[in-house]
């Protein structure tokens, strides 16, 4: 197993270049299963979970230990902008072999300096509430694609609670806001139709606002509220008590956020392809350290790979822990489904593979996310020969006979990964960056052709070239 460290900012696992394959820039030949799997993994911890943490840890009362925290491309940059706020952060031994854990002690926030957001939702969503409370300019500014993403409800928020923001009118990075040291607080409205990352970053910072906030969601909807939830737990543990009296409407107190000694779930997301694989090739796969209770939307696919015919059992294993195993039998069908959120790209996969029609419902926000994933969707499967129709929220998806060819991450972690699951069953899938995958899950590539398949990692993977 390889161990990621990010030393700096600029640090990629795969190099500037991509994925390398026989010495030269080139896409990745994502593996096929040859027979029946046999697989047991672990799995480096949550983004959601590290990052909001990582939040909180920066503006508590005393110092945090975060154990078995995840290291990939969003971390690194929510480490690098939150000590550019000032907060010390520090490495220190662990058990995970995926990276250290980290130490985060608070210290009086301040601006002066600029943040980069790559392509991190959280990042850019996250840190502005929580750089309104330093003293000084902060400018935000992202990757190319992020400056696609909407922003516009962040810049507002901020706004509507007295922080002055200069974004020229976009509505988008890059922007910048000017901070007084404090923001008062109080009750804001505002519409989060687009992420539920807009009520998380604000609520993850309420506490700390003079008046504490009271935030109401005015718009169409509300994606991904399972986020959300994670959100309040977070700070529940922390000793900060939010109040959902009635849909859409949180009222977080003001109050000290308490530093505390905390263990990171792994990415139950990230583990979404691992398991699903077993549908698509057969045999059983377990991954380790699942826990029997969470907040993370990725623990659904349980239910969704038992609906789509695989069987799924659950052993525990102490301290909240246990393993749970998938296993194929057969039988790959198509589903309805309404709310998918991030794991649309996983069963939009195993859909394209399976029998029958597929119906996702509920994700137009993914319009907003790393890509447009629902046209990213539509134009990869339908290019390897699927039948793929885009709605106004979502996708329905027609199984048909699919053929090798390139598939298109467009710079996203979870494009990529679905990729790979195609190429399980499907000869000749070429996945154009699987190096994306290390905005959330560096290993990857090792983990897919490794852990999964049993095979040597050198071919099919760029950890041997660090």
């Not at 220190?92 to 980069?116: A, N, Y």
């Not at 935030?215 to 008590?241: E, K, N, Q, W, Y």
């Not at 699951?421 to 090792?446: R, S, Y």
């Amino acid at each position: 197993m390889h161990v990621f460290k990010y030393s700096g900012p600029e640090f990629n696992p795969f190099g500037d270049e991509g994925l390398i394959v026989g010495g030269e820039p080139g896409p990745w030949p994502a593996p096929v299963a040859t027979g029946p799997l046999s697989a047991r993994l672990a799995l480096p911890g949550s983004k959601s979970l590290t990052n909001r943490e990582l939040v909180l840890s920066a503006i508590a009362i005393g110092p945090s230990t975060l154990r078995a925290p995840l290291h990939s491309r969003d971390t690194a940059l929510m480490i690098q902008a939150l000590r550019a706020l000032g907060t010390s952060i520090v490495e220190l031994p662990g058990v995970s072999p995926f990276g250290p854990d980290l130490l985060i002690t608070p210290r009086e926030l301040s601006g002066g300096t600029s943040i980069d957001c790559g392509l991190a939702g959280t990042v850019m969503r996250f840190l502005p509430p929580i750089a309104a409370l330093a003293l000084g300019p902060v400018a935000f500014d992202g990757d190319a694609s992020a400056r696609k993403r909407p922003m516009r409800t962040t810049i507002d928020s901020l706004r509507a609670l007295g922080v002055d923001v200069n974004d020229d009118g976009r509505g988008k990075l890059p922007f910048s806001l000017y901070a007084t040291g404090s923001v008062a607080g109080g009750e804001i409205e505002i519409d989060a139709s687009a992420s539920s990352q807009f009520v998380s970053g604000l609520l993850l910072a309420g506490a700390r606002f003079t008046n504490g906030l009271t935030l109401r969601h005015i718009g169409d909807g509300l994606p991904s509220l399972a986020h959300i939830d994670m959100t309040i737990a977070t700070l529940a543990r922390r000793g900060v008590m939010v109040q959902n009296p009635e849909a859409g409407v949180w009222i977080v107190p003001p109050g000290a956020i308490a530093g505390i000694d905390i263990a990171i779930e792994p990415d139950l997301s990230n583990a979404g392809p691992f398991l699903g694989a077993a549908l698509v090739a057969g045999g059983s796969v377990t991954v380790t350290g699942w826990p029997a209770d969470t907040t993370q939307v990725g623990a659904e696919m349980a239910t969704i790979l038992t609906d789509m015919g695989g069987e799924v059992s659950f052993v525990e294993a102490g301290d909240g822990l246990g393993e749970l195993t998938v296993t194929g039998t057969g039988t790959l069908r198509g589903i309805r489904l309404d709310n998918a959120s991030e794991l649309a790209p996983t069963i939009a996969a195993l859909a394209a593979l399976a029998e029958g029609e597929t119906v996702l419902t509920g994700i137009a926000h993914l319009r907003g996310h790393e890509t447009d994933r629902l046209a990213a969707l539509v134009a990869e499967i339908t290019a390897l020969g699927g039948d793929v129709t885009e709605t106004d929220d979502g996708l329905i998806i027609r199984p048909r006979p699919l053929h090798g060819g390139l598939w298109h991450s467009y710079e996203d972690h979870r494009m990529a990964t679905a990729g790979a699951i195609i190429g399980l069953a499907v000869d000749g899938v070429l996945v154009d960056d699987i190096a994306t995958t290390a905005k959330t899950l560096p290993q990857f590539p090792e983990l897919w052709a490794g852990s999964l398949l049993g095979r040597s990692a050198r071919s099919t993977s760029a950890l041997d070239l660090i």
